[in-house]
């Protein structure tokens, strides 16, 4: 027998499936974590920010691009510290965030590029999309887009997974109607989109 000093392992991942049973039953203590609320995500920036000179609303427009990822949160407001600091200025107002985030490509609902050619795909296709089928047609990698975007769209219930494939939502479309990142097809109905469900 080896006698070894206690300690204590904490592991965390996406992807517990992956993980052998013997293995995950080593652990006695099980935790789901959930994406951090808006109200936390104003509370986890304005820590952050404590030194710098941010106004409520500069806060409130970092915190909804975040996705709830206090990783984001932090990126984001270190990027537009970064350009405050570059043009000279001494606090960080809207108009400095806004332009940060129009020059990351990120829209007001924290999508990114990647997010919307992965809604305007969805909605141009008559039929569920598999991944393999959706990475190609967006050239990106489909271990990306499973665990990096569509996680956030179908959050905002933008997208869907069906066991034939991936469909756009009627809320989905109606974004990049809002947005005017596709043209409104005058045939477009709800109940078609809806239909595509049971498929």
């Known amino acids: 027998n080896i006698r070894v000093p206690r300690f ?38 304005r820590v952050h920010a404590r030194h710098l000179v941010i106004t409520d609303e500069a806060v409130a427009r970092i915190a909804i691009r975040a996705r709830g990822i206090p990783r984001l949160m932090v990126n984001y407001l270190d990027a537009v510290q970064e350009t405050m600091s570059f043009t000279g200025r001494t606090g960080i107002e809207v108009d400095l965030v806004e332009a940060q985030f129009q020059l990351m490509c990120i829209d007001s609902q ?15 296709s008559e039929e569920p999309v598999g991944l393999d089928t959706l990475a190609e047609q ?17 959050r905002l219930g933008l997208i869907e997974r069906t066991k034939s494939g991936r469909i756009i939502t ?3 479309s109606e974004y ?6 596709v043209k409104p097809d005058p045939a477009f109905d709800s109940a078609w989109v809806l239909s595509r469900k049971s498929v």
């Open 110 to 124: 924290g999508l990114t590029q990647t997010d919307l050619i992965i809604l305007k795909s969805l909605h141009n």
């Open 138 to 154: 967006t050239n990106q990698d489909a271990r990306t887009i499973s665990d990096v975007n569509e996680p956030y769209l179908m």
């Open 170 to 172: 009627e809320k989905g």
């Open 8 to 45: 204590t392992v904490i592991c965390a991942t996406t992807m517990e499936g992956r993980l052998s049973k013997p293995f995950r039953d080593r652990f006695k203590k099980n935790f789901i974590f959930k994406p951090y609320s808006l109200a936390d995500a104003l509370k986890i920036i």
């Open 176 to 181: 990049l109607f809002k947005h005017e990142l």
